[in-house]
């Protein structure tokens, strides 16, 4: 009696049934699926934060120089010659021996401290080797290396990598990503409560005709069938919303991170979200959508009996 | 085809609503069940229907008994019974077409033979062309039909009804109660609950007799009159 086609037709007309519902009451509709859409809008919202200041910040790895300050005092003839040996070190792509004169000329310049500074005889800067490390030698160990090596020097003060404030920003990019993800899982709570208080509201407005289609011999599954569609519609809905506001958002502040960028000279533009988050976020809005009606109705369903 | 043996049904709330009845009632034939309200009239037919289960006894309808009948296999179970209720239980917001089809939907029929087997059933309780209307634009008696046709549009084993011609003028009882003999006459086994004693009589069906929860007699009243043709 029942083949392939008839099971099709039957949950397209399921499908249509519930849109066809949705469509009837606009408003809720709306409001339900606005709610849904923000819950969902903030966890890619933060998700694109930390991609985009991940792109933004992309080539900072690449770019871990270490600053080797000499003792005061140090001849500047030693400071030269110790350079030629870091030069032809392995690992060391090229050493800028920067002296003490030049840094602090270059203060002075630019500091806007030149009186000051004339009061002060002697020059308090140290002589200062810029080393960058080769291209692979870039790891942490190997960094960690190159720094011993030149911390065992007698006559250098300070190593110092601005790997340091590599670590500490991508400690704090964790730290978003780590919020980002507590932040998902709180708020596809919130959107599995939504879908299912809204189902449960519609599964005890629609009572009577649920009791009947059990009186002719509907199974749990039957009457179940159109709510979860529903569900899965609020989801998707829901999700389509968050798109929407995350595009929004992000097409408002483009052109002030444009302006941000080019000031540091970067040329870095705003990422939006991408095509593979936004059908991760309709597949996981569509998937929270069915799971909050199938709780939702399988915790009313059951309890609505046809009585005589 | 319907055997009740000692079923007793007592309610949540205390109330021993029958004690002890048996009875059986052979394929293809169809009784009334009287007795006054509150006799226990509605509680056996809520037992065939499987809308409740027996505290004691046993219930068999159609080879099954009611009491071991896994949760999962109640649809299945229903779909073999046609129960026409006093109030009808018809969903006021969907067309006499709807109504009627909703057995067959639930059961997954494809919709070609949903659209054949509407019309004959509306056919069959004189209610032709009036798929589209909605419930409440038609008569009490027409509504009671739809019922009916909602009931038999399966081809079930088993009709029960409840009452189904207590909002109904003589007249209008008359002609529902011939839709129900129609029935039995091709093999349906059919249960009716009623109170309407003189509709009983004139029809001379078995009568099970209902009173204080307890089956008081079983009545053969065969006295042909007119309306009624004599088995």
Same mark, same amino acid.
């Given at each position: ?21 949705? !469509? ?16 969902? !809008? ?13 792109? !933004? ?252 | ?231």
């Amino acid at each position: 009696m029942t083949g392939p086609g008839t099971w099709l037709a039957r949950h397209v007309q399921a499908a249509l049934g519930a849109a066809g519902r949705l !469509a009837r009451a606009p408003l809720a509709t709306l409001f339900t699926i606005g709610v849904i859409g923000l819950a969902l !809008a903030l966890p890619l919202g933060l998700k694109l934060f930390v991609d985009n200041a991940r792109a !933004a910040t992309g080539d900072f790895a690449n770019a871990v120089d270490l600053s080797v300050y000499f003792k005061l005092g140090t001849p500047i003839e030693k400071v030269r010659q110790l350079a030629r040996r870091a030069q032809a070190r392995a690992g060391v792509a090229s050493v800028k021996v920067i002296p003490a004169d030049e840094a602090l000329a270059e203060f002075r310049k630019y500091s806007g401290f030149g009186a000051a500074l004339d009061a002060i005889r002697e020059n308090p800067l140290p002589h200062v080797l810029g080393v960058r490390p080769r291209a692979g030698a870039d790891s942490t160990a190997g960094l960690a290396k190159l720094k011993d090596y030149f911390a065992s020097w007698p006559e250098v003060d300070l190593v110092q990598m601005d790997i340091e404030w590599v670590h500490r920003f991508n400690a704090i990019l964790e730290v978003l990503r780590r919020a980002l993800a507590v932040a998902a899982v709180v708020l596809a709570f919130g959107v599995l409560a939504v879908v299912g208080n809204t189902i449960r509201l519609e599964i005890l407005n629609r009572r009577a005709e649920i009791e009947v289609m059990k009186l002719v011999g509907g199974s749990n599954a039957f009457v179940r069938r159109p709510f979860l569609y529903t569900g899965v519609l609020y989801g998707l809905l829901g999700a389509l919303i968050a798109v929407a506001i995350v595009l929004a958002a992000t097409a408002l502040l483009a052109p002030a991170v444009s302006d941000l960028a080019a000031a540091y000279g970067s040329r870095f533009t705003l990422l939006g979200p991408g095509r593979d988050d936004t059908l991760r976020l309709l597949g996981g809005g569509a998937a929270l959508g069915w799971l909050g009606a199938w709780i939702a109705a399988a915790r009313h369903l059951r309890s609505i009996e046809p009585r005589a | 085809m319907i055997r009740f043996e000692r079923v007793a049904k007592r309610y949540p709330n205390g109330r021993e609503a029958i004690a002890g009845v048996s009875f059986d009632v052979p394929r293809g034939e169809m009784v009334f069940l009287t007795g006054r309200s509150g006799a226990g009239k509605s509680t056996v037919l809520k037992l065939i229907a499987l809308l409740e289960r027996p505290t004691r006894g046993v219930v068999t309808v159609n080879g099954r008994s009611t009491g071991l009948l896994a949760a999962r296999k109640i649809p299945a179970f229903r779909r073999e019974i046609g129960v026409v209720f006093q109030d009808h239980k018809l969903l006021v917001d969907r067309p006499v077409f709807d109504n009627v089809a909703l057995p067959l939907i639930v059961a997954d029929t494809p919709l070609r033979e949903i659209d054949k087997r509407v019309r004959a059933a509306l056919d069959q309780v004189g209610l032709l062309g009036k798929e589209r209307l909605l419930p409440l634009e038609l008569s009490i008696g027409e509504q009671q039909r739809v019922g009916i046709a909602r009931a038999v549009i399966t081809k079930p084993a088993v009709l029960i009804a409840d009452e189904p011609t207590g909002n109904l003028d003589p007249e209008l009882a008359l002609e529902v109660m011939n839709v129900f003999r129609r029935f039995q006459e091709v093999g349906t086994t059919v249960m009716v609950a009623t109170h309407d004693m003189h509709l009983v009589r004139e029809f001379g069906k078995r009568e099970i007799v209902l009173e204080g929860g307890h089956v008081r007699g079983v009545e053969d009243v065969r006295v042909p009159t007119i309306g009624a043709a004599a088995p």
